[in-house]
């Protein structure tokens, strides 16, 4: 088992930054994927960015996110961040930490098996 919690999400700005945080305990010596999703109200659960654990390997939804989010992992501390600039009010969302032991998809949703609790970032215009 894998236990996830996130931190650092608030209320910024257009145009400013946060610094998300996910805290990994339990059987973290394996996890071959950390990653982020994001919730907005009434949407679909979307894949954000992801990190290879041992490897460092990153991935983004798409080159626009790449853009503006950088994904990292500090193994000694057994955290995952996510840096957030030129927040959007479009980015206004719920974000949750995602792992897996499992070589999945990536980009899916259903190919995570621990989840975080969320946190909320708010980007006003």
């Known amino acids: 088992q894998v236990q996830l919690v996130e931190s650092g999400g608030e209320l910024v700005q257009a145009g400013g930054s946060l610094r998300l945080s996910c805290a990994a305990s339990g059987r973290t010596f394996d996890l071959y994927i950390m990653g982020w999703f994001r919730q907005a109200p009434g949407k679909e659960r979307e894949f954000v960015a992801a990190?290879?654990?041992?490897?460092?390997?990153?991935?983004y939804r798409d080159s626009s996110m790449k853009g503006r989010f950088t994904v990292s992992r500090d193994i000694t501390k057994n955290t995952m961040y996510l840096q957030m600039n030129s927040l959007k009010p479009e980015d206004t969302a719920v974000y949750y930490c995602?792992?897996?032991?499992?070589?999945?998809?990536?980009?899916?949703?259903?190919?995570?098996?621990?989840w975080g609790q969320g946190t909320q970032v708010t980007v006003s215009s």
């Open positions: 995602a792992a897996t032991q499992r070589r999945t998809l990536i980009g899916s949703f259903n190919g995570y098996d621990y």
């Open positions: 990190v290879n654990w041992s490897g460092g390997s990153t991935y």
